[in-house]
T-cell receptor
Framework: DQQVKQNSPSLSVQEGRISILNCDYT??????FLWYKKYPAEGPTFLIS?????DKNEDGRFTVFLNKSAKHLSLHIVPSQPGDSAVYFC???????????????FGQGTRLTINP | GAGVSQSPRYKVAKRGQDVALRCDPI?????LFWYQQALGQGPEFLTY????????KSGLPSDRFFAERPEGSVSTLKIQRTQQEDSAVYLC?????????????????????FGSGTQLSVL
């Protein structure tokens, strides 16, 4: 049961244009969402996050949009740069509980290629 | 070092062999996670430590998987009698704050730092 889905395995965008990466989730208990970026042979690095009380969070060239009713979030990168070429993972977290860790549930990832 | 360090970087094991994967978290980090990332998939949670206490091991796929962090710093993930389906990248991540319990810091506010992983291939 894939609770977080990224249905596009790959995306190719021209430098300077907007990149839009999509993510869908099924568990309505998730209340925090994150995007991670991963270069080959490196671990994922945190990019941007959003709480379920918001519908948009912006950090420089990166903006994350959350549509709770559709259980959908997206990451916009504008303008796209060659250094943005990487695999992007969407992740979700439920609220902290009395016991148990705050587990991140990851999507399968989308490989973004920015063409010069 | 400044980041999370994992060793070995690559491990090739014959089916049935035992392996041990090491994680050196960032100094002083309380929380430590192990994740398993199969080819073409996202990371999946295995287990969580707060200092030396293993507070959540619900993601370990079988009793062949065992993790420890005896002194609250370095952690070892051990896989006994490896099988081909164990082939994956094993990622370790650490965070400064404790990440369990109601009212704890949110994982999104306390940055989680990942190591580069150990790529395990079981032949």
């Amino acid at each position: 049961d894939q609770q977080v889905k990224q249905n596009s395995p790959s995306l190719s965008v021209q430098e300077g244009r907007i990149s839009i990466l999509n993510c869908d989730y099924t568990n309505s208990m998730f209340d925090y969402f994150l995007w991670y970026k991963k270069y080959p042979a490196e671990g994922p690095t945190f990019l941007i996050s959003i709480s379920s009380i918001k519908d948009k969070n912006e950090d420089g060239r990166f903006t994350v949009f959350l549509n709770k009713s559709a259980k959908h979030l997206s990451l916009h990168i504008v303008p796209s740069q060659p250094g943005d070429s990487a695999v992007y993972f969407c992740a979700a977290s439920p609220p902290p509980r009395v016991q148990g860790a705050q587990k991140l549930v990851f999507g399968q990832g989308t490989r973004l290629t920015i063409n010069p | 070092g400044a980041g999370v360090s994992q060793s070995p970087r690559y491990k090739v094991a014959k089916r049935g062999q035992d392996v041990a994967l090491r994680c050196d978290p960032i100094s002083g980090h309380v929380s430590l996670f192990w994740y398993q990332q199969a080819l073409g998939q996202g990371p999946e949670f295995l287990t969580y430590f707060q200092n030396e206490a293993q507070l959540d091991k619900s993601g370990l796929p079988s009793d062949r998987f065992f993790a420890e962090r005896p002194e609250g710093s370095v952690s070892t993930l051990k896989i006994q009698r490896t099988q081909q389906e164990d082939s994956a990248v094993y990622l370790c991540a650490s965070s400064l704050a404790p990440l369990t319990g109601r009212g704890s810091a949110r994982i999104t506010n306390e940055k989680l730092f990942f190591g580069s992983g150990t790529q395990l291939s079981v032949l």
